[in-house]
Each structure stands twice: as C-alpha cells, then as structure tokens.
C-alpha cells in the first residue's frame, strides 16, 4: 500500500525566512505533484515532477524529486504573508495509470508579519 | 471556459437520507476521480472512471456509489449506509495516463 507523509504538519515562519517542507513515499513512482489549497477551497496546481531530478521553480517556491530516495521537497525562499496556505504532496499510485493520486496529510504554513 | 463544476456548493443531509453530488466538466477529460477530505487531512479516493460506463473503488468506497453514463458527468451518490459523511468533496478529471489533475471547487456535505 502507497503511503505519503510529509512534515512538517504545521509551519510557522516569519516573513523573509526559508524553509523546506519533505514529502517522503513508500512504493516507486515516478510522478509527483504538489497542492496549494487555501482554507474551504479547492486545490491549486503548483508543481508536476515527472522524473528523478526534476525541480522547478515558481516565484518563491521551488521543488525537487529524488525517485531513488523516495523524496521530494519544496523549498520556500524568503517567505510572504501569500503563501499562507496548506500545502500538499500527491503520488501516482503505483502498479496503476492514470492521475489515481494518493495524498500526505498536508503542511498547514502560517506567514506571520 | 472549460472546468470542472461541482454543485450545490453546500449541502446538507438529514441521517438517512441519500443525496447526490454533481461533478461535470467539459476539458474533455477521459478520467473522472471523487476524493473525500476531513478536517486538517488530505484527500482520500472514493471512486474514479476511466471511460464511460466503467468505474472502479478506490480506497474508501463504502457507502458511497457513481455512474458514468456520459463523458462529462460524474455524480457521487453518499448513501445512508455511509455513517460519517460529514466532509469536503472533490472531484476531479483527466486525461487517462496524462500528467495532471484538475480539481473542482469542491462541495461542503453536513449531517444535520
């Protein structure tokens, strides 16, 4: 059974400060996405990382996939209040085709002034 | 503009009632997926549908049941044998083997 974790759950951080949210998987896959969703909506789309090595980058966020260490991370430079949101991991569910996605439990991150 | 449209935005269901949760979307997508979120969790998957008329469980699937009759439609029926339906809905689509997911805008289920 895929399972995904990610931690931080919660993240307080100051305005300028950085930091990285880990999204750690149990089986193989090669395909990994991260959420954005802001409270009582639906998820955004932030990042689709299709093979091993791949980052990309948006603004101030910024994410990496190792497939050989089951990881990705997504890396927050000098923070702003905006990015207050809950963030999430998603991992194709092996053995399967298609987008049937499997979730971490999300990364609440607060932006304080 | 093509999107997923879910309705109502909220509902509400008294104890042992069925109700029904409508997802269409008009990207031309293939795949159609419902997933369930609780409080301070992530999304679990309810049921997806690769083409129309054939649908598979996903990882909580008790209590609830779908069809895919059309391309376009995928409506989740939360039945009184689901004994917490209180949570978030969202359905999503795409194309089958693609990349990407897109969601709706979701739909607030409460118990009264």
Known sequence: ?113 | DGGITQSPKYLFRKEGQNVTLSCEQNLNHDAMYWYRQDPGQGLRLIYYSQIVNDFQKGDIAEGYSVSREKKESFPLTVTSAQKNPTAFYLCASSIWGATEAFFGQGTRLTVV
Request: charged share 20%; with cysteine.
């Open chain 1, 1 to 113: 059974e895929l399972k995904v974790e990610q931690n931080p759950l919660f993240l307080s951080m100051q305005e300028g400060k950085n930091y990285t949210i880990y999204c750690n998987y149990s089986t193989t896959s090669d395909r990994l996405y991260w959420y954005r969703q802001d409270p009582g909506k639906s998820l955004e789309s932030l990042f689709v990382l299709l093979s091993n090595g791949a980052v990309k980058q948006e603004g101030r966020l910024m994410a990496s996939l190792d497939t050989k260490a089951r990881l990705s991370t997504l890396h927050i430079t000098a923070a702003v209040h905006d990015l207050s949101a809950t963030y999430f991991c998603a991992v194709v569910s092996p053995r399967t085709s298609g987008s049937r996605l499997t979730f971490g439990e999300g990364t609440q991150l607060t932006v304080n002034p």
